[in-house]
């Protein structure tokens, strides 16, 4: 017996809500094998191919290339020959032969099903989706279908708006605001051949939507720690020559940040926890995650258990992961399962920033440049090599005790590496 089956954009990645297909790989007709892969997706944690959860014939795409689908929508379908049982899908099979799809939930009014991005976008914008042909398979309504209509709404508006505007002879005061709120938004568009319009792609408008979320969600608050990283920088310049020729690959200063971080989240797991409304998870890992620059795109790659590791490990494992992600290869397992974040700003020239928390993480850390300044040490000036650990936390989460132990407990940490005590390997 032949069924059709559903294939869903999947999770990749625990804030992960939404995907763009790239680039599909099948064709409708196409066989394909179970694990093969069908698309290519990108988000903005990573770039990954989505496999085939069944071995049959494509039967339809129901999402375009550089379409946005949210978790959980159907991008295709399959047939499959076998008999009804429970799928890899998210379908099961009543018993009447009927395809009950938890995907979708029942309109109470009409029977008719939708996702649960569509939805939502509709309630968002008062929109009435009986009144829309949908152009999915069967007259299915799609995410795209929505985002059409309000499109045709904003465009009306404004064009409403300006007739208005036109009509009114001696303008009002909220006349004249339109006409400047009008104008303000004429200003943001390119209006001269010098301009130069930047499309706006999936990634960065997924990596905007992220951080939106994250700033209207979470209460930030943000600390700051001055360390002394003197002996730290006398024992990487000792040591980083022979550690590049034994290891292939450098030994950079991060490598003994993200060390010195994982050690202090032992000691305050507070800060390596999450919120979930009704509580809060303290996480037993110890996953760092650590951001990576490439191509104008910022991905965060995951160091796991990076408390069991050495600095060599750790130093290895930023090697690895940064390569791969400026190659574009990371893969889902490599941005998955992340608790806590250090970003290494420091690479940049700053020496004082705010981050915003990798939602859902509590708190984000902020490794600053090393640059010498003089401080004074015994009643004497000395110049000595300083940075700034910069924290933003999760305030529902996080108080300022808590946190300013754990800088506190990490300027030791730091403070006390030297040639003598610490060893890389």
């Not at 979320?213 to 700051?224: D, G, L, N, V």
């Not at 939602?359 to 015994?378: C, G, H, M, N, T």
Request: with cysteine.
């Amino acid at each position: 017996m032949v069924t059709v089956e559903n294939i869903t954009m999947p999770q990749l990645g625990e804030s992960v809500t939404e995907g763009t297909i790239s680039k599909w790989l099948v064709s409708p007709g196409d066989k394909v094998e179970k694990y093969e892969p069908i698309a290519e997706i990108m988000t903005d944690k990573v770039n990954a191919e989505i496999p085939s959860s069944f071995t049959g014939t494509i039967r339809q795409l129901l999402a375009e290339e550089d379409q946005t689908l949210a978790i959980g929508e159907v991008i295709c379908t399959i047939e499959v020959k076998n008999q009804f049982t429970q799928t890899e899908s998210s379908q099961q099979v009543l018993s009447n032969g009927i395809v009950n799809d938890p995907i979708k939930v029942t309109n109470n009014n009409q029977g008719t099903r939708y996702s649960p991005a569509v939805l939502k976008l509709s309630q968002q914008h008062g929109i009435d989706l009986s009144s829309i042909d949908g152009s999915g398979a069967s007259g299915r309504i799609t995410r795209k279908d929505i985002l059409n209509v309000i499109e045709i709404n904003n465009n009306t508006s404004e064009m409403n708006t300006n007739k208005r505007q036109k009509i009114s002879s001696t303008p009002s005061e909220t006349s004249l605001k339109q006409i400047v709120t009008q104008k303000t938004s004429e200003d943001l568009t390119s209006d001269s051949t010098n301009d130069i319009e930047i499309p706006i792609t999936p990634i960065r408008k997924t990596i905007a939507s992220n951080m939106v979320r994250s700033k209207q969600e979470i209460p930030h608050a943000w600390m700051m720690a001055e360390v002394d990283a003197t002996n730290l920088v006398q024992l990487r310049e000792k040591e980083k020559q022979k550690f590049k020729e034994q290891e292939s690959y450098p030994l950079t200063y991060f490598a003994f940040f993200v060390k010195a971080v994982s050690q202090a989240l032992k000691e305050f797991p507070q800060l390596n926890s999450t919120w979930a409304g009704n509580q809060i998870i303290q996480k037993r890992d110890i996953n760092i995650s650590i951001a990576v620059a490439a191509d104008n795109v910022l991905y965060v790659p995951v160091i796991k258990n990076a408390d069991e590791k050495t600095i060599k490990g750790i130093a290895r494992e930023i090697h690895h992961l940064a390569n791969k992600a400026k190659a574009g290869k990371l893969e889902a397992n490599d941005i998955q399962g992340g608790t806590f974040t250090v970003n290494n700003t420091g690479t940049f020239g700053s020496i004082q920033s705010m981050g915003i928390i990798n939602y859902p993480q509590a708190a984000i850390l902020q490794v600053e440049s090393i640059v010498k300044r003089p401080v004074i040490i015994d009643g004497m000036i000395a110049v000595r090599d300083m940075v700034n650990l910069c924290l933003s936390l999760d305030h529902r989460i996080l108080d300022g005790l808590i946190c300013g132990q754990f800088l506190e407990r990490l300027k030791v940490i730091i403070e006390n590496i030297s040639i003598d005590r610490t060893n890389i390997y």
